[in-house]
């Protein structure tokens, strides 16, 4: 009983009460992340031109945000800082007054139920845009683990509940699992950018975050795009150093490594649907030549049908609004 007329796979499709019934994978909002980028000022709310829908917004125009983002029932943000003044070894990433810091404080203080997830990197806050202390042109790694802990030390005292290594140096993982542990904040979980490649996906987000390298690139510090085998041990190196969450970023390009990742790894799995692949969508929709809303659910669905537990998405919003209570 194999095979055709008696196997009909299309008596399941007949109508959408049939097709939703055997419907094997479903998107809710407590699926998502959603990336907010915060500067200096009041009032300040700027579109990102590369982004249409995403703002970077100051901290009083972000908790007003926020307040209706968790209203809609996403469970989470994750931060990312634009600083007053850049400098070498990317100083207000680390000062507990630093932007992140307040929007932090903020957050929690207008809706303390809200999960906040901070980016700790150091390419928004240094002058030459790398992620790391630079020294005759190259990225240093273990110099560069005491600010990144530092950053997520004071991220962690701000008040946020989970910190988010994004540098790819080896060995911050552990260095920031010690920091927090020996700060009392035991309790703070860490979400490791485990496999991150350098992308051209990225486009967009660095104009979001002012982050361009100012010169050469990061492919010394992010993973090779062509490297399935060496994104499992980067997430089996994070996971030996403490992260409570691992993460395969981009998302679109590398759906086969979320599945290696789900298969492989039961740590929650999250996967960053990047500015790039963001963007994409939206140009393409802005010219009319797709359904944007039917291409944003089929792409984040995808993205969950591979394994991933969670996504951060800038679609997080809007999505919240398509989808059923
Ligand atoms: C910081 C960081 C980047 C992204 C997240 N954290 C940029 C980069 O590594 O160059 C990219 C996110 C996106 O494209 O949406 N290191």
Known sequence: MSAFPAVRLRRLRRSEALRAMVRETSLSRRDFIYPYFVVHGRGVRDEVGSMPGVFQL????????????????????????????????????????GIVQRAVQAIKDVTPELVVITDVCLCEYTDHGHCGVVEDGRVLNDPTLELLAAAALAQAEAGADVVGPSDMMDGRVGAIRKALDGGGLTEVAIMAYSAKFASGFYGPFRDAADSVPQFGDRRAYQMDPANGREAMREIETDIGEGADLIMVKPALAYLDLIRRARDRFDHPLVAYNVSGEYAMVKAAARNGWIDERRVTLEILTGIKRAGADLIISYHAREVSEWLDR
């Open 58 to 97: 100051s901290v009083d125009e972000l908790t007003r945000d926020v307040r209706a983002l968790a209203q809609l029932g996403v469970p989470a943000v994750l931060l990312f800082g634009l600083p007053e003044r850049k400098d070498p070894r990317g100083r207000e990433a680390y000062h507990p007054d």
